[in-house]
């Protein structure tokens, strides 16, 4: 007689992506992808609407004349997509008044909304850094690929006023949770499902930059 | 009469083409649907173990089928206590907007995380479990029969020496065939430590994505094959790692087939086995009476070849059908609005192993299905726009910060504030003097 056994004994593997246990279950999917119309972050108070932008022959992305506006670049991922990121870039104006002065001041777990016809869609951020402006084009691929990801949210402003310049760009990663079912409550953000994780930058920096 | 029956037909008739009419609409596809297996066990062809949630959603409702048939495999497998933390690691949901998503697997002790998928999570309640996909029968009983493979070896064996024994050969082979009986061949374990399986999908009217997972227990990506020989002394077991298979695959249609070391196996198997008859006969033969113990002693070696000789084609059976292993099998469907996962599949003992007559086990660990699903009415807007422009490649350069312009502005402003404040208190002034005049 043989006993021909298959035995999962071991302990302590969590294979949970999330940043928490809470469940998902408030969220649906968005039906389809749709272009992002406004963008909402309740932490630092950002209320602006989306206009669609390029990156130029030279690979260089620039917002919305208008810093009140946020811009989206039109090639990357679309909210409720399954694949892709989705790259949103908005002015900081080092006297004031820029739509994403703010953005070095959200932390991990902020609530990001983007409005588009066919819903609203909740992220929870995950990480919020600053790279120097050569860190960025060396890590374009990793932080922009729109190819690439599961649908991560990369939110993108300057940083490093140094008079003369801006010396930096403050970078905020933000995971999908989906479109809130009727109901549910909006008073706790549930923590992001990450299946396959996008690439990271190595080594991202954690301070941010005043 | 005659009007009064046409009228009769004329409404059935109506009535019938207005069904007709309707018919399609109830008979037409699910908005969205879902299934979630976390264990599948089959036993010649025969399913033992279905533990399938199926869902769909008709665009108002989901509806949802779960067909649980574990009470067969407790019967099985009686020392399987810890099933219950398989069955409830599987999760399939379909949403009236033509999303689906579904989550299966299995997860050994410490995993309170959940599996995430989509918008919604399989929350696994991590226990020990350790699943034994079934007891099989080498018939030792007809390789130790009359006829039998290993009697004949020992015939054979003790032929020349018979006419020195003083007890019948046929009560000789009973005795050592109650030795090999005695011995650990019948409590081989063979056994593949993991830590967890997931299997994943998501779906929307569009498109449909699956991912699956194997952990071991260092976080790695390996599941070590091994072997469990108890040693003769007590309930001690000696444990063997024949294999560590690698299933850091990247997943594709019909998954990948984990090749086992098969004649490695074999041999591993073969000296574990020569080990302990060689131990099991020594002991029989020491009980033995002394002259039957001085004839026999000189030969154990000489019998544990013919009997190691005989088990062999067993072995090699064994080994050729014992762990057939395919992993990550993510295979889509429907022009990619569907797809289909298996984590891992799992064939113990094929139908051909004729020595052993055994049936084939089969077992799946992490089986969804998401899609294909459809929009409620007409496929949703995705928001036309005008095909992107620019380049497509990814900006090394993100240029947002705004400075010069909104200095001038600012100060402008503050200038003109100032004035009008200025003229303002200079008006009041004069305003006030011409009152006081």
């Not at chain 2, 063997?240 to 074999?266: F, I, Q, S």
């Not at chain 2, 070849?305 to 292993?325: E, F």
């Amino acid at each position: 007689m043989v006993i021909a056994g298959f035995a999962i004994p071991s302990p302590g593997i969590a294979i949970g992506h999330g940043l928490g246990t809470t469940s998902h279950s408030q969220y649906h999917a968005l039906a389809a992808p749709s272009d992002p119309l406004l963008l909402i972050v309740p932490s630092i108070r950002l209320r602006a609407p989306i206009l669609p932008i390029q990156v130029d022959s030279h690979r260089v992305l620039t917002p919305p004349s208008d810093f009140h506006e946020v811009g989206w670049w039109d090639r990357s991922a679309k909210p409720g997509s399954l694949t892709g990121q989705t790259l949103l870039t908005g002015h900081t104006v080092h006297t004031g008044g820029g739509v994403m002065n703010e953005l070095g001041n959200m932390r991990a777990g902020d609530l990001v909304q983007i409005k588009t016809k066919l819903g609203i869609v909740d992220y929870a951020t995950t990480d919020v850094f600053v790279y120097t402006k050569a860190q960025l084009a060396q890590n374009a691929d990793i932080l922009f690929d729109p190819k690439h990801g599961t649908n991560r949210l990369v939110l993108v402003t300057c940083t490093g006023w140094t008079g003369h310049d801006y010396t930096s760009n403050i970078i905020v990663f933000a995971a999908p949770l989906g479109v809130r079912n009727t109901g549910a409550s909006k008073s706790k953000v549930p923590l992001p499902p990450i299946l396959t994780p996008a690439r990271t930058p190595a080594n991202p920096p954690t301070s941010i930059a005043d | 009469m005659n009007r009064r029956a046409l009228r009769f037909s004329a409404v059935v008739g109506a009535v019938a083409l207005s069904a007709l009419a309707v018919a399609p609409v109830f008979a037409a596809a699910p908005v969205s649907q879902a299934t979630a297996q976390s264990l599948q066990l089959s036993i010649a062809g025969n399913p033992v173990v279905t533990q399938l949630q199926t869902v769909t959603n008709d665009g108002s409702t989901a509806h949802e089928v779960n067909s649980n048939t574990i009470p067969p495999l407790v019967g099985i497998v009686p020392a399987n206590n810890a099933l219950a933390a398989a069955v409830a690691v599987q999760k399939a949901g379909a949403n009236s907007d033509g999303t689906s998503y579904a989550c299966a697997g299995i997860a050994g002790t410490g995993s309170s995380g959940a599996v995430n998928v989509g918008t919604s999570s399989c929350n696994i309640d991590g226990k020990p479990l350790t699943l034994n996909l079934g007891s099989l029968n080498l018939d030792l009983t007809h390789l130790l029969g009359g006829d039998g493979a290993i009697t004949t070896a020992l015939n054979n064996a003790l032929g020349p020496v018979i006419s020195q024994l003083t007890v019948p050969l046929d009560g000789l082979v009973a005795q050592l065939v109650g030795a090999i009986n005695g011995t650990p061949l019948g409590k081989i374990s063979l056994s593949g430590g993991l830590a967890a399986v997931e299997a994943t999908c998501t779906a929307n009217p569009t498109a449909a994505q699956g991912h699956s997972q194997i952990l071991d227990a260092s976080g790695g990506h390996t599941i070590p094959i091994s072997i469990t020989i108890p040693t003769g002394t007590g309930s001690a077991t000696q444990t063997l790692t024949l294999v560590n298979l690698d299933v850091n695959l990247p997943a594709k249609p019909g998954g990948t087939d984990v090749l086992v070391h098969l004649d490695a196996v074999t041999q591993d198997l073969i000296d574990e086995l020569t080990i302990e008859l060689d131990t099991a006969l020594g002991g029989q033969i020491a009980s033995l009476d002394a002259v039957t113990k001085a004839l026999l002693q000189p030969l154990q070696n000489a019998l544990i070849a013919p009997l190691v000789t005989a088990l062999q084609p067993a072995l090699q059976a064994i080994s050729d059908n014992l762990l057939k292993i395919t992993v990550n099998d993510v295979t889509p469907g429907d022009a990619g609005r569907s797809v289909s996962v298996n984590t891992l599949k799992l064939g113990v003992l094929g139908a051909g192993t004729s020595l052993t007559g055994s049936a084939l086990i089969g077992g799946t660990i992490g089986h969804v299905t998401c899609g294909p699903n459809r929009a409620l009415v007409g496929p949703p807007s995705s928001t036309p726009t005008a095909p992107p422009t620019g380049n497509s490649k990814p900006p090394t350069v993100v240029d947002s910060g705004f400075h010069g312009a909104s200095d001038t502005t600012r100060n402008v402003l503050t200038a003109t504030a100032a004035l009008m404040l200025l003229a303002g208190t200079a008006g009041l002034i004069g305003y006030r003097r011409m009152l006081t005049k």
